[in-house]
């Protein structure tokens, strides 16, 4: 992406935002922050915490990880809710995965493949309709890694879902859930 095309992604995804919170009748104060220093940027506690996307695995160092859990447990009041979902990485580090193109984003018309994968790194490649193909590099995380994790950050009561289900093959899942609650 070129220098001006990035910096106004965060303008277009706030002004987005405010047009989805207004079609449900709500309003509210967007924030950006790096997720390292979140507490340095809002205010108060919060009754949930969603990190959607597979974005938690864009944290390639264990420290970074484990910082980000702590700003979140912070953040949240007690009895609050994490959300993380990410792809099924313990899949596709056995090489058994598949995206369904069911689940999330990426439109009509495109997919997504492994293009390299190893225990510090995974390399999706995305084919979209009319020839565009783009990478995205992340960590891959594995599901008890990230369990792991949320307890060592004290969180409780981690559950984990495959696709939205309670009951879930770790071969045919595209995406993990994990559900943490504080204490």
Known sequence: MEASTTATIPAICQARTRVNAARHGQSFPIVQ????????NIDGRYDAIVCL???FPHLFQESERRAVLAEFHQ???????????????DAIRRHRYRSS??????GTGASVSVAHIDDRLCRFRYDFPGGDTHHLEVYPILSAELSDLLVDSGFAAV???????????DDTTDFIIHVARKP
């Open 101 to 106: 193109g069911n689940y999330y984003y990426c």
């Open 53 to 55: 996307g597979s974005s």
């Open 159 to 169: 559950e984990e879902f495959g696709d939205f289900d309670r009951n879930f093959d």
């Open 33 to 40: 922050s790096d997720w390292r220093r979140l507490r340095e």
């Open 75 to 89: 953040a949240l009041n007690p009895g609050g809710v994490l959300v993380v979902d990410h792809r099924n990485f």
